[in-house]
């Protein structure tokens, strides 16, 4: 059982609600007084991951538990999936929509990105049934 | 300095976020790319950019820069003005371009 077990919708299509779950995880970090790099680091892997379940798999799930020593992020969707991981884990590569692309995302940073801020991740996928993304941040760890 | 002395010097055109624009200023990014600029702007970055778009609030907010620019009249949706607003993010307009703004910043905080 973890200090605090978290639980959010990330709505789909919604780019307007996307980061309202890693912005609370974010404020509850700090207001338990995580480090700034150890909060930064979760912020912004799991903003990206609330980002691709809002354009890739029309939203998804968010479960976060905290512990004093360990910040474990599951996302999970019941979007298309991803045919090839270690391609789409290649920064660059983007099978996102113009329209995303002039919101500013699109990029093909956001699985790099999750990677690098984390200490630990993990991608299940299965094409048509959905991706789970595990990840951990583990405070004084790694670092920006 | 603080953005709102900065701002004041500048020129810039306050847009919303009132209550966060005592952040004080400790440096500037400049960049449109959202996965990007998450990555690498850096609390009391000054962030100069034209995205005005609600994930633009997102990001300022999750890397806690100390406010944003829109260079050369880049337009601030009405989302992310109500979301700029709620989160105390401060959002600036300005019609220099990036390049000119960023210069201004340059001689602000290093004179």
Redesign the interface.
Known sequence: MSMLHLHYDVPGDD??R??EA??DV?HKLKRLGYE?DAI?RV??AM??GE?NMVIHAGGGEATVDIDPDKVDILLQDHGPGIADVSKAMQAGWSTAPDNVRS???G?G??LP?MK??TDLMEIQSVVGEGTTVHMVVNPGQKGS | MTIQEMAAACGWRLLAGEEGTGAQVEGCYIG?????V??RAI?GNVWLTV?G????I??A????VAGIVLCEDAALDE?ARA?AEL?GIPVYTCPANLYETALQVAGQLHG
């Open positions: 780019f307007t996307a980061g890693s912005g974010k700034p930064r912020a912004i903003y990206e980002i919101l500013g995302f990029a940073m956001g990105n690098k801020y | 449109d790319l959202l996965s990007w998450m990555a609390s995205m778009n609600v994930n633009a997102a990001v907010a999750l890397t806690d989302a979301r989160q």
